[in-house]
């Protein structure tokens, strides 16, 4: 981290999010590599020896965790970021910010290390078993109370609000997902509160919080017109997400009237994530604007695109029960869980990264190019392992539900579109290394405005 420019970054406090997206950027990378063997493990036939030493399951679960832990951390050090601008005032504890990271790679660490061992609470995304589930929560009650306090002592925007609720209702569901009922049907019930109340609520929240400081920023739009559609957008997305919560509860044991509440309400969720993407467009257009960083103008633009590709389009093909009922559970899942979080999360929040970190470094104009390379390359490549995925999902769909043949027969079919999944995940390695690469390294050059 360079000395702090008091006209790229006004705050002292806002260099505690330096660390938060070095970490985060470490752990995408670690993510990645597991990736990697996972596809590994479908494609090839491997020796019994090595499969044992690297099971599946827990490669599986490392793959996922590592990606929650670097997207939470990449929304708290935004979240560092733009409250003391937004706020007008320091953090209200800087110290408490360090402590609170070292809590939840500290976390981190002991979970995957865990892992290894087989230590580990079963439920899909949420492996970090109940102990370490404790010091996740008393890290997210650090964190919640240094933003509030900021925010309450501070000037009070309809972004911080947004942020903050987002927030609080982000922890609050992880709440959900700690007891173990030993129904099933009631613990998969829950555990949905988490996953899908995250990623199709709460996640959006502060997503669109972050996006819109950043695209006030970028733009230089008046701050009224971003607010006005970040409120209507997000009241449709609360709405069709938590009733649209019905389409993981299909075929779990629940009610029968959730195949029609989750039918209808889900696929309306398409509609606020149609809006975003045209909004986005128009408010370009309407006010002629020059945009001044053209970096973080394009990751942001590829956010709500990849937002429409992968939650929207892809989760718009599967989230009717008369197709759920064949695709359910198969790659078809995997394809779309790719697509949705790269589309959504990770661009933002490397949208976020690519605005704040230069100003981190003291670099006020940079090159582009590199930036631009691994934009491309990382979508070209998302892209890939979606298609395959989603091609190896349908033979699977046709193969086990439609034909009734076993799962190997499927799988035997299937290899060769875990191969090329492989071959773009390599590609997408590449791309994501050029992108922290030059995030981490980028110099002062006279073509862009930061
Ligand atoms: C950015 C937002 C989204 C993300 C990150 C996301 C991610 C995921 C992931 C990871 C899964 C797999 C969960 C598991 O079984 O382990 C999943 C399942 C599912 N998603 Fe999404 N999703 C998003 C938005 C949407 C939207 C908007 C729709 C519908 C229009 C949708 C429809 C579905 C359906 C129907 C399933 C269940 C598939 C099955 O039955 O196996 N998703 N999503
Ligand atoms: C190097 C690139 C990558 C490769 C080769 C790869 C491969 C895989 C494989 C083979 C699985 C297991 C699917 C199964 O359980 O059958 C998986 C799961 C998963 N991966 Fe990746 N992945 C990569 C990158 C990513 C990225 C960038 C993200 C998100 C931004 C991501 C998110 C997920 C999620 C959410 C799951 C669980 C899906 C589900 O529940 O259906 N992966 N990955
Ligand atoms: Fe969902």
């Known amino acids: 981290m360079g000395p702090r420019d008091p006209e790229l970054v006004p705050y002292e406090s806002q260099r505690v999010a330096y660390w938060y997206f070095a970490v985060a950027l470490a752990l995408f990378m670690l993510q990645l590599l597991v990736g990697l063997w996972l596809a590994i493990s479908y494609a090839f036939t491997i020796p019994q020896e090595i499969v044992d030493a690297l099971p599946f399951g827990m490669t599986r679960a490392m793959h996922t965790n590592l990606l929650v832990l670097w997207m939470l951390l990449g929304f708290m050090g935004g979240t560092y970021y733009l409250v003391p601008e937004e706020a007008q005032r320091e953090i209200y504890s800087v110290k408490l910010a360090y402590l609170q990271l070292i809590a939840f790679v500290a976390t981190g660490v002991a979970a995957l290390v865990g892992f290894t061992f087989g230590w580990t609470q079963g439920k899909p995304l949420l492996e970090i078993p109940t102990p370490l589930d404790f010091i996740v929560v008393v890290g997210a009650l650090m964190f919640l109370f240094n933003v509030a306090m900021t925010v309450i002592k501070g000037k009070k925007t309809a972004i911080l609000g947004m942020l903050l609720g987002g927030l609080t ?138 937002h429409l590709v992968g939650a929207g389009v892809w989760g718009f093909a599967h989230t009717l029960p008369q197709i759920n009922y064949y695709t359910h559970g198969s790659q078809v899942t995997a394809s779309h869980g790719h697509l949705a979080f790269f589309g959504a999360y990770a661009l933002l929040n ?53 034909m009734g043949q076993g799962f190997m027969n499927a799988q035997a079919q299937m290899q060769f579109w875990f191969k090329v999944t492989l071959f773009f995940g390599v590609i997408l390695v590449i791309g994501a290394g050029l992108t922290m690469w030059k995030l981490l390294t980028q110099r002062q050059s006279e073509e862009t405005a930061a």
């Open 169 to 306: 209702f982000l922890a609050l569901l992880y709440l959900f997902g700690m007891p173990f009922y030993r129904n099933l049907t009631i613990d998969w019930f829950y555990w949905w509160w988490v996953v899908h109340l995250w990623v199709e609520g709460a996640w959006e929240l502060v997503t669109a919080a972050i996006l819109a400081f950043v695209l006030i920023k970028v733009t230089g739009v008046d701050r009224r017109v971003v607010e006005k559609y970040l409120y209507i957008e997000t009241a449709l997305f609360l709405f069709t997400g938590i009733a649209g919560t019905g389409h993981h509860y299909y075929w779990i044991g629940a009610p029968r009237a959730w195949l029609w509440i989750g039918g209808i309400f889900s696929a309306l969720e398409v509609v606020p994530i149609i809006a975003m993407v045209i909004d986005t467009f128009l408010t370009q257009r309407r006010h002629g604007i020059a945009i001044k960083n053209k970096v973080v103008w394009t990751f942001a633009v590829g956010t709500a695109v990849g």
């Open 350 to 402: 490397l949208t976020m990264f690519w605005y704040a970190l230069p100003r981190l470094r003291g670099v006020s104009r940079f090159k582009t190019s590199g930036a631009l390379w691994g934009f491309w390359i990382m979508n070209m490549s998302i892209l890939g392992i979606g298609i395959a995925m989603g091609v190896a999902g349908v033979l699977q769909t046709y193969i086990e539900r439609i």
